[in-house]
């Protein structure tokens, strides 16, 4: 049996962002004014419909002008992305980012519960999955809690952690090099993994779907789920849930094991 633990942790919103990308290559949503546009909407929608801090990392090292201001409840940090981080790959930017993030947010340096999510989208059940990251938390001090929904794939489009999770993600992450392969969600997989090697360390996939809006920046198709679209997901993932392993397999040859273990 789980011992309970007493945790009081303010589980901050961390949106990560680009408005001026340094390499389109791999873009589909390339314009800075639609892609400032989009991360607006996102702003305004977390602001809206949580009651949670937010901290929206850039790094292009825009000003967010035309953003709003409300220092007690969001937090806006920019950077120059480094030379030669594009030719990693946009995984590694986003690493990138949120390093630099957890390294100079001041809300962030006040709690160890953290969400994370691709800043132009927005997560329509977000205060659900929220709820449910939390009531695992009072259970599981030390948790990560991610849609892993395909063998090697964990959706790294929105997950939750404890700090604990994230000196193992950024050791993964500083590996990414999609010219090899080895991508973000390969890099939280293979995260996840080392994680739940330690003791007291937990991992619990997400059971239900995570209903997202927006477009996508690498496909530019558009995440747009209705009801009756959600309510099939949310079927066929149950049934993948009650099927798969609460713990994450590494699959032989992985390539960051060499580096990490």
């Given at each position: 049996?789980?011992?309970?633990?007493?945790?009081?942790?303010?589980?901050?919103?961390?949106?990560?962002?680009?408005?001026?990308?340094?390499?389109?290559?791999m873009?589909?949503?390339?314009?800075?004014?639609?892609?400032k546009?989009?991360?607006?909407?996102?702003v305004?929608?977390?602001?809206?419909?949580?009651?949670?801090?937010?901290?929206?990392?850039?790094?292009?090292?825009?000003?967010?002008?035309?953003?709003?201001?409300?220092?007690?409840?969001?937090?806006?940090?920019?950077?120059?992305?480094?030379?030669?981080?594009?030719?990693?790959?946009?995984?590694?930017?986003?690493?990138?980012?949120?390093?630099?993030?957890?390294?100079?947010?001041?809300?962030?340096k006040?709690?160890?519960?953290?969400?994370?999510?691709?800043?132009?989208?927005?997560?329509?059940?977000?205060?659900?999955?929220?709820?449910?990251?939390?009531?695992?938390?009072?259970?599981?001090?030390?948790?990560?809690?991610?849609?892993?929904?395909?063998?090697?794939?964990?959706?790294?489009?929105?997950?939750?952690?404890?700090?604990?999770?994230?000196?193992i993600?950024?050791?993964?992450?500083?590996?990414?090099?999609?010219?090899?392969?080895?991508?973000?969600?390969?890099?939280?997989?293979?995260?996840?993994?080392l994680y739940?090697?330690?003791?007291?360390?937990?991992?619990?996939?997400?059971?239900?779907?995570?209903?997202?809006?927006?477009?996508?920046?690498?496909?530019?198709?558009?995440?747009?789920?209705?009801?009756?679209?959600?309510?099939i997901?949310?079927?066929?993932?149950?049934?993948?849930?009650?099927?798969?392993?609460?713990?994450?397999?590494?699959?032989?040859?992985?390539?960051?094991?060499?580096?990490?273990?």
């Open positions: 049996m789980n011992k309970k633990v007493s945790i009081n942790k303010e589980l901050i919103i961390l949106l990560t962002g680009t408005i001026y990308p340094n390499s389109t290559s873009l589909a949503v390339k314009d800075p004014v639609t892609r546009k989009q991360y607006l909407e996102a305004n929608f977390y602001l809206e419909k949580t009651s949670n801090k937010i901290v929206f990392v850039e790094n292009s090292n825009f000003e967010f002008t035309g953003f709003p201001r409300n220092p007690e409840r969001i937090e806006y940090l920019s950077f120059q992305s480094p030379k030669g981080a594009s030719k990693k790959g946009k995984g590694f930017q986003e690493l990138k980012i949120m390093e630099y993030g957890f390294d100079n947010s001041r809300f962030l006040q709690t160890s519960s953290i969400i994370k999510i691709t800043g132009r989208l927005k997560v329509l059940n977000i205060n659900t999955l929220a709820k449910r990251f939390k009531d695992l938390n009072k259970s599981f001090a030390n948790l990560i809690y991610a849609d892993p929904f395909a063998v090697n794939n964990v959706d790294a489009r929105c997950f939750m952690f404890n700090l604990s999770f994230w000196h993600l950024k050791k993964t992450g500083n590996l990414i090099d999609e010219k090899h392969n080895y991508n973000f969600e390969l890099a939280l997989w293979d995260a996840i993994y739940e090697l330690g003791e007291d360390n937990h991992f619990k996939p997400i059971p239900i779907p995570i209903r997202i809006m927006g477009i996508s920046g690498s496909f530019g198709n558009t995440y747009k789920y209705n009801l009756f679209v959600h309510y997901r949310y079927i066929k993932k149950f049934y993948n849930v009650m099927s798969h392993k609460s713990r994450i397999d590494i699959p032989t040859g992985r390539r960051s094991l060499e580096y990490i273990k």
